[in-house]
């Protein structure tokens, strides 16, 4: 069992940053590959960025390349996303989530990919 806790989110104006950080209980997070997605009001979920469990690869969508950065601290169990210049369509629930299995530099993209989900945090941008 795994257990997964965001914290960071919040209420920002466009062009502020924010850090989300996401907790992992469980003595094998190295072996985890890592991911935050993000849900905005009718709209589906979508993967935002991942990593690998070494932290060797990472991928992220379109939208946020050049903004928003993923990291790890394996010895802290924690995994990060540093969101730089926000904008309004940012604004959504953010998710971590941690995929079993995958070793190697690859970092799951598809949410079906992911076996364990933490309840999220808001993230707010205003214009």
């Known amino acids: 069992q795994v257990q997964l806790v965001e914290s960071g989110g919040g209420l920002v104006q466009a062009g502020d940053s924010l850090r989300l950080s996401c907790a992992a209980s469980?003595?094998?997070?190295?072996?985890?590959?890592m991911g935050w997605f993000r849900q905005a009001p009718g709209k589906e979920r979508e993967s935002v960025a991942s990593?690998?469990?070494?932290?060797?690869?990472?991928s992220s969508v379109d939208s946020v390349k050049g903004r928003f950065t993923i990291s790890r601290d394996n010895a802290k169990n924690t995994v990060y996303l540093q969101m730089n210049s926000l904008k309004p369509e940012d604004t959504a629930v953010y998710y971590c989530?941690?995929?079993?299995?995958?070793?190697?530099?690859?970092?799951?993209?598809?949410?079906?990919?992911?076996?364990?989900w933490g309840q999220g945090t808001q993230v707010t941008v205003s214009s």
């Open positions: 989530a941690a995929a079993i299995g995958y070793s190697g530099n690859y970092a799951p993209k598809g949410d079906y990919e992911y076996s364990y």
């Open positions: 990593i690998s469990w070494s932290g060797g690869s990472t």
């Open positions: 469980g003595r094998t997070f190295s072996t985890y590959a």
